[in-house]
């Protein structure tokens, strides 16, 4: 035992038959190969039978097989050594190196690969549409085909007071024309503290509606008191944008389509109460597809790609920028892959 020989197989003998063994030497020489092998070993058979945790840490040291580096005991001139880890260290190391000399080139692949960049400025066309709709408080959506959208009655009452100079009844009546006028002039302004937001005021829908009367005179004056209701109609923004915008695209040309966020509406009085005519006005974007672009430009020299792309159609815009590499001129490039810039 002590030339270390049979301290491997007193180990696989003890994990074969579920074994607790442990050593009991005053060697040191044998108690460091024991451990070194996975088995406890102790100096005195008291710490053998009362130190627990000698045991744990001997049960996890790892086995070596064979003799530890160094001279081997009754084998003088040969030396034991760990020829078979180095070995295996240089073989990861050459197998490192060879995954890292592969992978250079493909990076420098990735990173010279031809590629296109394209800019395009889509041409832009303004459209307008004037339309005729009726504002029925009776509708609960919008009709396209009247054309009609819901409204709203909108209703305020208050009182009046108006004094001219005069007491006869030439001056009532010039006191009472003045109070009507203002009352219609500021109908309007008084009905839009009413709406909800989202509403607009159906212009000339407006109504001023007298209910009271009363004249007293005083001090050569003529004094008015009256009651008196406004009422009015209001539609919803979105109703009339809904509306509007079909009309809009019907008056683009082919390979345009409309850019929501540009529409804009103004409202003016139509023929009748209760119509208003609406004139909208929007802007269409011409429509690219990418993907067909990107088809038609694959394999093109730099020139004719950049010629072909800035070349107008319905669907293209006439202004386009393409940028390559200086040094890719000469190089059938693969499929670029277009940026669409609106």
Do not use: K
């Amino acid at each position: 035992m002590r030339g270390g020989v049979d301290l491997p197989l007193l180990r696989r003998l003890a994990d074969r038959e579920r074994l607790e063994v442990g050593l009991v030497t005053t060697d040191r020489d044998l108690a460091r190969r024991a451990r070194a092998v996975g088995l406890p070993a102790f100096s005195s058979l008291a710490l053998a039978e009362h130190y627990r945790p000698g045991w744990w840490r001997g049960r996890r040291r790892a086995e070596r097989l064979g003799f530890p580096p160094g001279p081997i005991p009754d084998h003088p001139g040969a030396i034991a050594t760990f020829g078979r880890s180095r070995s295996l260290a240089r073989a990861l190391f050459l197998l490192l190196a060879v995954a890292l000399f592969a992978a250079l080139p493909l990076a420098a692949a990735l990173y010279f690969l031809p590629r296109a960049t394209i800019t395009l400025r889509p041409t832009s066309q303004p459209a307008q549409a004037i339309v005729e709709v009726t504002a029925d408080p009776a509708l609960a959506a919008t009709d396209f085909a009247a054309p009609a959208i819901p409204a709203r009655a909108v209703q305020l009452g208050l009182t009046w007071e108006a004094t001219g100079p005069g007491t006869n009844a030439a001056a009532r009546q010039q006191v009472r024309a003045l109070a009507l006028q203002a009352l219609n002039a500021g109908a309007a302004d008084r009905l839009a503290g009413r709406l909800a937001p989202g509403e607009e005021l159906v212009p000339g829908a407006t109504q001023v509606t007298v209910s009271e009367e009363a004249f007293t005179t005083g001090g050569g004056d003529t004094r008015l008191t009256l009651a008196a209701e406004l009422t009015g109609l209001a539609v919803a923004a979105a109703d009339v944008h809904r509306l509007a915008f079909p009309q809009l695209a019907r008056a683009l040309p082919a390979g345009y389509a409309l850019d929501p966020a540009t529409l804009t509406t103004q409202l003016e009085a139509g023929r009748a109460p209760g119509r208003l005519l609406v004139t909208a006005q929007a802007t269409g974007r011409a429509q690219l597809d990418p993907a067909a672009l990107a088809a038609q430009l694959a394999g093109q020299r730099l020139g004719e790609a950049a010629a072909s792309a800035g070349r107008p159609s319905p669907g293209r815009a006439a202004h386009a920028r393409l940028g390559w590499p200086g040094w890719l001129g000469l190089v059938r490039p693969p499929a670029p892959r277009p940026a669409h810039h609106c």
